[in-house]
């Protein structure tokens, strides 16, 4: 299933924005640092029938609403995203963790959709009083979508497809089946709104015609489910090669997911919406 939005590459923008309002305003309170510290496998599976088409055998690897919850990871340079899909439940966890180093402490940020139904949850280490400082609470935060400068990019549950591998995949000519699980082949990262905000991080236009032939494999599990798509991205004007990877692993042992307890929650203030909207 193709993703309406973005929330991997949303999660990834709010993370690196959020983590840089956060250390401007403990600067300027003048915060001291502290010293607070605080995979599926690949197995093979046999090579598809010649008469089969390799693409086609590809993408329906890509998980569906009818398949079991799973973990996912997406990894995208030095950025990793990981999280829960739950099809039963219309359900997707996300999180990211940001370090800051002047000053130095740790920012996890978390959401949790379930429909149309969103919460965020950020979580400060390394500098004591932090999160009062800021008003923001420990607890998970309802979000109101109509808050947002742009309301169609709240959070919301997307299907079960999180990276965008089948966007991807079906630019792809060609795939090869190299046996053992293992499929290869070329994605044109110019080829749709889907691919661009699957590799959000990079910039497509600095590529160039390479851009049009990135070479990619993919790994399909035993149990029929893609486990990995690697997509080996060249280097182009001032951004470095990119290893783009992304797992889908732990199918039917994931968490189940639900809306977080009335303890749990709290009204998102103001400063929330700030870091959303920045």
Same mark, same amino acid.
């Given at each position: 299933?193709?993703?309406?939005?973005?929330?991997?590459?949303?999660?990834?923008?709010?993370?690196?924005?959020?983590?840089?309002?956060?250390?401007?305003?403990?600067?300027?309170?003048?915060?001291?640092?502290?010293?607070?510290?605080?995979?599926?496998?690949?197995?093979?599976?046999?090579?598809?029938?010649?008469?089969?088409?390799?693409?086609?055998?590809?993408?329906?690897?890509?998980?569906?609403?009818?398949?079991?919850?799973?973990?996912?990871?997406?990894?995208?340079?030095?950025?990793? !995203?990981?999280?829960?899909? *739950? #099809? $039963?439940?219309? &359900?997707?966890?996300?999180?990211?963790?940001?370090?800051?180093? %002047?000053?130095?402490?740790?920012?996890?940020?978390?959401?949790?959709?379930?429909?149309?139904?969103?919460?965020?949850?950020?979580?400060?280490?390394?500098?004591?009083?932090?999160?009062?400082?800021?008003?923001?609470?420990?607890?998970?935060?309802?979000?109101?979508?109509?808050?947002?400068?742009?309301?169609?990019?709240?959070? !919301?549950?997307?299907?079960? *497809? #999180? $990276?965008?591998? &089948?966007?991807?995949?079906?630019?792809?000519?060609?795939?090869? %089946?190299?046996?053992?699980?293992?499929?290869?082949?070329?994605?044109?990262?110019?080829?749709?709104?889907?691919?661009?905000?699957?590799?959000?991080?990079?910039?497509?236009?600095?590529?160039?015609?390479?851009?049009?032939?990135?070479?990619?494999?993919?790994?399909?599990?035993?149990?029929?489910?893609?486990?990995?798509?690697?997509?080996?991205?060249?280097?182009?004007?001032?951004?470095? &090669?990119?290893?783009?990877?992304?797992?889908?692993?732990?199918?039917?042992?994931?968490?189940?997911?639900?809306?977080?307890?009335?303890?749990?929650?709290?009204?998102?203030?103001?400063?929330?919406?700030?870091?959303?909207?920045?």
């Amino acid at each position: 299933m193709t993703q309406r939005i973005g929330t991997a590459a949303t999660i990834r923008r709010v993370a690196g924005i959020a983590t840089a309002v956060l250390a401007t305003a403990a600067l300027s309170a003048g915060c001291g640092t502290t010293n607070d510290t605080s995979a599926g496998g690949t197995g093979s599976t046999p090579a598809a029938s010649p008469s089969v088409d390799p693409k086609a055998v590809l993408l329906a690897a890509v998980p569906v609403e009818e398949d079991p919850g799973f973990r996912f990871s997406i990894v995208d340079g030095t950025d990793k !995203v990981v999280g829960v899909v *739950d #099809p $039963a439940a219309h &359900a997707m966890e996300l999180g990211l963790s940001q370090k800051n180093d %002047d000053p130095e402490f740790t920012m996890d940020l978390t959401f949790r959709m379930i429909d149309d139904k969103s919460w965020m949850r950020v979580k400060l280490k390394g500098i004591s009083g932090l999160h009062e400082m800021l008003k923001l609470p420990k607890h998970w935060m309802t979000l109101d979508r109509t808050k947002l400068d742009d309301p169609t990019d709240a959070p !919301v549950y997307e299907g079960t *497809d #999180p $990276a965008n591998t &089948a966007a991807i995949i079906r630019t792809a000519d060609t795939v090869e %089946d190299k046996g053992n699980g293992t499929y290869t082949g070329f994605a044109d990262l110019t080829n749709g709104q889907d691919v661009a905000t699957a590799v959000d991080g990079v910039d497509v236009a600095a590529l160039g015609e390479a851009a049009r032939k990135v070479p990619f494999t993919a790994v399909v599990g035993p149990d029929g489910n893609l486990t990995s798509l690697t997509l080996d991205i060249p280097a182009g004007g001032k951004q470095k &090669a990119i290893t783009f990877v992304v797992r889908y692993f732990d199918f039917g042992k994931a968490p189940k997911l639900s809306a977080p307890s009335d303890d749990e929650v709290r009204k998102a203030p103001t400063s929330a919406y700030e870091l959303l909207n920045s």
